[in-house]
């Protein structure tokens, strides 16, 4: 299964500032997603990052609020703009479609850690 | 909106087998079955997927019936460790695509 990171776990943020999030991969994947998981609340998707092209962002969700890159296969970053206090949440970051070690391509999605983003 | 139903919580004794059961009614054709779990503060986790037959895996086992309107995840032998809310989830295809995450159930395993 692939390994995914995120920076940072966690970050506690005034209100007007941004927060980027980073996701790296251990080895090259087709997709990578990005959702918002509110409190105590299911995940919701934000986008899909799309390599070399503007991310395809979900209704409700817009680039000037929620900027991302994806500059190769294997990172991407989610930028929360103009933090208010209902950004508090968990931005999740997954995969899928990447090359197995046995060499199958993987047919579902695996999910980071989580970041977890307070705004006061 | 999730395409798919399920109880909001469940219980099950240790050592029991967990029974957690979804409907999705309006299924199409071509959409897989997945499940997926959240155990706390972590990323979901996934447990297994299925198309029309049923399947199991070192995790779990998959019954979808047979006019594929609603399935049922078995956990053969729960451990506390099981605890954690359980997503299923129905999307075209099996590879790529996004995920459309209801609200689960949340099971308890209790000693």
Same mark, same amino acid.
Request: hydrophobic share 30%; net charge positive; glycine share 6%.
């Given at each position: 299964s692939a390994v995914i990171s995120q920076k940072p776990s966690r970050d506690i %943020?005034?209100?007007?500032?941004?927060?980027?999030?980073? %996701?790296?991969?251990?080895?090259?994947?087709? &997709? &990578?997603?990005?959702?918002?998981?509110?409190?105590?609340?299911?995940?919701?998707?934000?986008?899909?990052? =799309?390599?070399?092209?503007?991310?395809?962002?979900?209704?409700?969700?817009?680039?000037?609020?929620?900027?991302?890159?994806?500059? =190769?296969?294997?990172?991407?970053?989610?930028?929360v703009s103009n933090l208010s206090p209902e950004d508090s949440s968990i931005y999740l970051c997954s995969v899928e479609g990447g090359g197995s070690n046995s060499g199958g391509l993987y047919n579902e999605q695996f999910f980071g850690p989580g970041t977890r983003l307070t705004v006061l | 909106d999730a395409k798919t139903t399920q109880p909001p919580s469940m219980d099950c004794a240790e050592g029991r087998a967990a029974n957690l059961p979804c409907n999705h009614s309006t299924i199409s054709g071509n959409e897989?079955?997945?499940?997926?779990?959240?155990?706390?503060?972590?990323g979901p986790q996934y447990i297994i997927h299925g198309l029309k037959n049923n399947e199991t895996n070192e995790m779990a086992s998959l019954i979808i019936t047979e006019d594929r309107k609603s399935s049922t995840l078995i956990l053969p032998h729960a451990t506390l460790r099981d605890t954690a809310v359980y997503y299923c989830i129905v999307r075209v295809g099996n590879q790529g695509g996004k995920l459309i995450f209801g609200q689960g159930t949340e099971l308890s395993v209790k000693p």
């Open positions: %943020c005034q209100r007007g500032t941004s927060l980027t999030i980073q %996701c790296q991969v251990d080895s090259q994947v087709t &997709m &990578m997603f990005w959702y918002r998981q509110q409190p105590g609340q299911s995940l919701t998707l934000i986008a899909t990052a =799309n390599q070399g092209s503007e991310a395809t962002y979900e209704s409700g969700f817009v680039i000037d609020k929620f900027p991302i890159s994806r500059p =190769n296969l294997t990172f991407s970053t989610l930028t | 897989y079955v997945y499940w997926y779990r959240q155990i706390h503060s972590q």
